[in-house]
């Protein structure tokens, strides 16, 4: 269990299209792992990466530091405007936001498809692009997930 992250029914409705956006092709499993990854970046409210992160929008619409780009292509590309989540795709966002966590990404702070658009998954890469202090964890379908390295976000790795 994580801590229950305060939220608006708007909130719950990003964080399920966002899920759907994602990992709509990785069933159940895949879009909570992904809705993990978010509401975990909330909770561990480290620097130089997550600080300050007070709301599940502020982890949606976040952007890599110093780039003006989001940090989830669904933001960039406009297609997590164009999702619409049932009351189950909602039920789980509901769940991560009152502090279920998936357990296999429970400690995840990233995660990436490094082969957005194709039938398959190139292989996952040591680190997280663009983030040097991160080690690879685990592949799930079409994505991979990433933890902060040894010393990093003491906050969240306790």
Not at 33 to 57: Q, S
Not at 104 to 116: E, G, K, V, Y
Request: a neutral charge; one cysteine or more.
């Amino acid at each position: 269990m994580g801590r229950r992250i305060k939220h608006t029914t708007r909130d719950v409705e990003s964080l399920a299209r966002l899920m759907l956006a994602e990992a709509i092709g990785e069933g159940a499993l895949g879009m909570s792992m992904v809705g993990t990854v978010v509401a975990n970046r909330v909770e561990a409210d480290c620097a130089p990466d997550f600080e300050n992160l007070r709301n599940i929008r502020h982890a949606i619409y976040q952007e890599i530091p110093g780039t003006g780009i989001p940090h989830f292509e669904p933001v960039l590309n406009g297609t997590l405007y164009t999702q619409r989540p049932d009351e189950a795709d909602l039920q789980r966002a509901r769940d991560l936001l009152q502090g279920y966590r998936e357990p296999r990404s429970r400690m995840s702070l990233w995660f990436f498809n490094p082969s957005p658009g194709q039938s398959y998954r190139d292989p996952c890469t040591p680190t997280m692009p663009r983030s040097p202090m991160t080690q690879f964890e685990f592949a799930h379908k079409n994505h991979c997930y990433y933890v902060g390295v040894p010393g990093y976000c003491p906050e969240f790795y306790r």
